[in-house]
């Protein structure tokens, strides 16, 4: 037990299990973590300590601790990666980069994932998002969770490397996809039988089919293919800066596959859960797109995107699903907190940080704060209309570790959205509100639904 941890409030709770049952009893609650901090923010204020999972951990929250550690002036934290995690998105993941390297990496991942990078997608995503409700015509109760998921792997897999929806390719890389992704938080142990174990074997098979891709296309020399993989090959001959080992590369194309996948689904199945529950929202939320239908054909077009109807704040591409997509993780915060390593000795709200220690933002505490998200249980875009303090809204975190795949997110939420609620409603098929015990969350029950065209 770190001795200056003494001066931080909290309790460590029973010898070797710490405060780890109710911790773990309360994040798969329907309510999620938000009352074990709440209970304990009484009881200690902002900043309190405890012994989750086998780790002392500092549990803080606010937006001006959210402020520190997101920002992380001057190296002042690193992300704090469990083992499993860094095991099996390898020693070039972004996650595992600080400093200068993390910024380079960043800059070279960020530009296929602009908003102007993406634009050459949106064909490839709309063409899938048609299909696949039309088969829900047929199937009439389908699994969101499932949909979601198979939908956002087809629009990830063909961005990095061009695969085609359909095909033994396909499937070889959704069976590696899923192995790899059911051991990122798994128990370390390297035996045969564990997940752990399948995971690192399924990542070396992923990386061999990788390998193949990456060969070909130095092949085909200037002919590259102009996907995610191909402006990162495409870097090679460039200036030093600009290259990326293939190692490097391997290892992020996972990180893209792992922090985009469950995130993406998650939140697609909350926002068709909230709609469902929610009819005036869908009913504005379905006026506003059937104007943008009356354009044309079904079959949207970039500029329809470009001109979808809303208040043109920021940039008006995602304008008509932006604000439900936002309420949704405000709602849901599906990563319920943002974990941080010291790298040197600081103060957060009045206590000092050793270098070492594991510091956590609560961010649920943060998205349910009745100061600034009046009514914070309900679910409402509209309290998105008017402009909201820095640091109140993390869904996508802040920073120099600001999620970089957002705009992708948001494109995939948007023209998921428009197709769903222009051709069918829905209702639930159970009363089941239970979680998935999982490190992103999401509905237990995958959310089966009856659909109906309208
Ligand atoms: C709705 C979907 C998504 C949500 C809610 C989400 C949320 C987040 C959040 C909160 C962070 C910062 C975590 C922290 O500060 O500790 C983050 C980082 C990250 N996200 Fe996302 N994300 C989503 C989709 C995506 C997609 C589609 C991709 C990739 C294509 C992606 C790739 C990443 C990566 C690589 C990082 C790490 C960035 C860094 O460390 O510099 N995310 N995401």
Redesign the pocket.
Known sequence: FPREMEAIPGSLGWPLIGESLSFISEFSSPAGIFSFMNKRQQRYGKVFKSYVLGRYMVFTTGREASKML?TGKDGMVS?NLFYTGQKVLGPNS??QMNGED?KRL?RLIAEP?SIDGLKKYFHFINNLAVQMFDEWLAARKVLVLEEASTFTLKV?GNMIMSLEPTGEEQEKFRNYFKIISSSFASLPLNIPGTAFYRGMKARDKMFQMLDAIIIARRRNGSKLQQDFLGSLIGKEGSEDDEKLTDAQMKDNIL??LI??HD??TA?LTWLVKFLGENPTVLDRLRKEHMEIREFGSSSLTWSQVNNMPYTAKVSIIYRCAHDYTIET?RRAT??PW??RKAAQDFEINGYRIKKGWSVNLDVVSIHHDPQVFADPHKFDPSRFDDPIRSFSF????NG???????N??KLEISIFIHHLVCRYKWKPVEKDDSVQPTLVRMPKNKYPIIVEPL
Request: proline share 6%; hydrophobic share 55%; with cysteine.
């Open positions: 997101l992300l972004l996650l993390h960043r994932l990830i990180t893209l922090a985009g995130t993406t939140a993780l599906i990563l943002y974990s993390l869904g996508f975190g120099p570790r600001m999620c970089p795949g957002m992708l997110a």
